[in-house]
């Protein structure tokens, strides 16, 4: 089984070279012959996440090493319904550094299979938890169109453009998809502590970083619905929200112990 998931972080390596060498030559084929490197390793990453979770009997979702697996393979699935949208190749390229990055992240952890600890067996596990990974996946590749966006601004182009407005409102959709669902993690959440702990709320260090994060991008929606900031504000606000929640995914979990430590 760690054959799949250290052959899908190899293959993931493998691709970002060979798509920045593509977008830095303008060499269509280079970019599509990097796909083939990263689908072979989403499959690996895909094939080792399903046998875990059969020999776990439940979610593989319940550690650190367990969700930062589930959020890598959670970007290569956002990547490719994002990918007809725009001009994705240097999108692609930040996705593919996402990915490798966080299964690399991922392969330093304790990997051993766990049993469940009680509060966690419930039937909201997998809504909660799922749904955490793929809202921070979600945030990461909108981080990526956003960063295209400024990049492009960078070189001159006007914010009025067509592509630049398409990248603005694609980085604005996925973010809006993004935060819907940290808005149903927290509710979950909410649910599920009032079971667990007969308390919908216990100030516990994640779930105050999660209200933290959802705040923040709460923030730009009003600033963006609003109309009171620029595409490239919007974009820089995007991307300087990452820290955001990595730190509720990472960082609370290695500096602030709480009831939530085991994720």
């Given amino acids: 089984m760690k054959t799949l998931f250290f052959a899908s972080l190899i293959l993931y390596a493998a691709a970002l070279p060979i798509q920045l060498i ?3 030559t303008k060499k269509e084929r280079v970019t599509k012959a990097a796909w083939i490197p990263y689908l ?3 499959a690996a990453h895909l094939a080792y996440f399903v046998w875990r979770g059969l020999v776990a009997q439940r979610l593989p979702l319940a550690s650190q090493f367990e969700f930062a697996c589930g959020l890598a393979l959670c970007i290569p ?3 490719l319904l994002a990918r007809n949208r725009t001009d994705l190749n ?3 390229a930040a996705g593919m550094a996402a990915t490798a990055l966080i299964q690399g992240y991922a392969s330093l952890q304790r990997m051993e299979i766990n049993e469940l600890m009680p509060a966690l067996r419930s ?3 997998t809504f909660h938890i799922g749904a955490a990974a793929l809202s921070y996946s ?3 590749v909108a981080a990526c ?3 295209r966006y400024v990049l492009q601004h960078r070189k001159g182009e006007a914010e009025d453009s067509l592509r630049m407005r398409q990248l603005e409102f694609l980085s604005f959709r996925l973010t809006a998809l993004g935060y819907l ?3 149903a993690v927290i509710v979950i959440g909410a649910v599920w502590a009032e079971a667990a702990w007969s308390a919908y709320w216990t100030w516990d260090p994640k779930e105050v970083w999660a209200l933290i994060t959802w705040i923040i991008y709460t923030v730009y929606f009003h600033q963006r619905l609003s109309r009171q900031r620029s595409g490239l504000w919007l974009s820089w606000y995007v991307i300087l929200a990452v820290p955001a929640f990595l730190f509720t995914f990472a960082g609370v979990n290695k500096l602030i112990p709480g009831l939530h430590s085991y994720g």
């Fill in 22 to 24: 593509g977008v830095l």
């Fill in 40 to 42: 072979l390793g989403f």
């Fill in 77 to 79: 699935v956002v990547l």
């Fill in 90 to 92: 240097w999108i692609a």
């Fill in 123 to 125: 039937f909201w596990f």
């Fill in 138 to 140: 979600i945030f990461l």
């Fill in 145 to 147: 169109v956003a960063a």
């Fill in 181 to 183: 669902l940290l808005t």
